[in-house]
């Protein structure tokens, strides 16, 4: 009997022993995981901290762009000088379009981390925000403003064949391959513009563009 009872009493050390066991793996792997879960956290959260200053940097510049756009090319545009400055303009929107590519990059590196994330830090959720609406921006606008470079290439082209000019060769539009985005479904599309700019021949004082 004695030998029985020392039998069970051992059987039921080792049973212990191996719960508790069971127990410390169990807190154990939770611990690891939850260690592991803060760190990429903290992993994503230092990314976006890192792009969204390089993502101001690269907005700044195609802002810079874009103001050079305006001055250079969109306002007080006449036939003659939109003839005349066509290489250097489309060498400016070239400019402009490497600008927004730089802009994509840093984009690309948080859209993951941003998009429907929530971060412990209102800080960094703050700078996500800005970082999604600030693209959705910058993208719509160069697209109007492609548009309205587009635009003012229709009418040029439209100007000569109802003044009859053989002479000249009609200028090319630049190439499209962006479509406006929407990327909160709010479907509001900030720094879409769909104002026509307009042109006139006044500098020709009716005639052709020169050779």
């Not at 879960?37 to 762009?65: G, L, P």
């Not at 910058?138 to 470079?149: A, E, F, R």
């Not at 909160?184 to 004082?205: F, H, L």
Request: charge should be negative; glycine fraction near 4%; charged fraction near 30%.
């Amino acid at each position: 009997m004695e030998a029985k009872h020392q039998n069970n009493k051992h059987l039921g050390i080792m049973i212990f022993v191996g719960f508790l066991l069971i127990v410390i793996g169990v807190i154990s792997y939770v611990i690891i995981n939850y260690n592991n879960d803060q760190a990429e956290v903290k992993k994503r959260m230092h990314v976006v901290r890192e792009y969204y200053e390089e993502f101001k940097t690269d907005v700044e510049s195609f802002n810079k762009i874009r103001d050079n756009i305006y001055s250079e090319v969109l306002s007080d545009t006449y036939y003659q000088t939109l003839k005349d400055n066509d290489a250097n303009y489309k060498d400016l929107y070239q400019t402009y379009n490497d600008s927004l590519g730089k802009i994509d990059k840093d984009y690309d590196e948080v859209k993951d981390k941003c998009i429907n994330v929530l971060h412990p830090d209102a800080d960094v959720n703050n700078k996500c925000e800005a970082i999604v609406a600030g693209y959705e921006e910058v993208v719509n606008t160069y697209i109007s403003d492609v548009n309205s470079y587009n635009a003012l290439i229709d009418s040029y082209n439209e100007w000569l064949n109802d003044n009859n000019s053989s002479s000249d060769t009609k200028l090319e539009k630049i190439k499209l391959d962006r479509d406006y985005l929407d990327i909160n479904g709010d479907r509001e599309y900030n720094g879409r513009k769909d104002t026509e700019t307009e042109i006139s021949d006044e500098n020709n004082t009716g005639a052709e563009p020169s050779e």
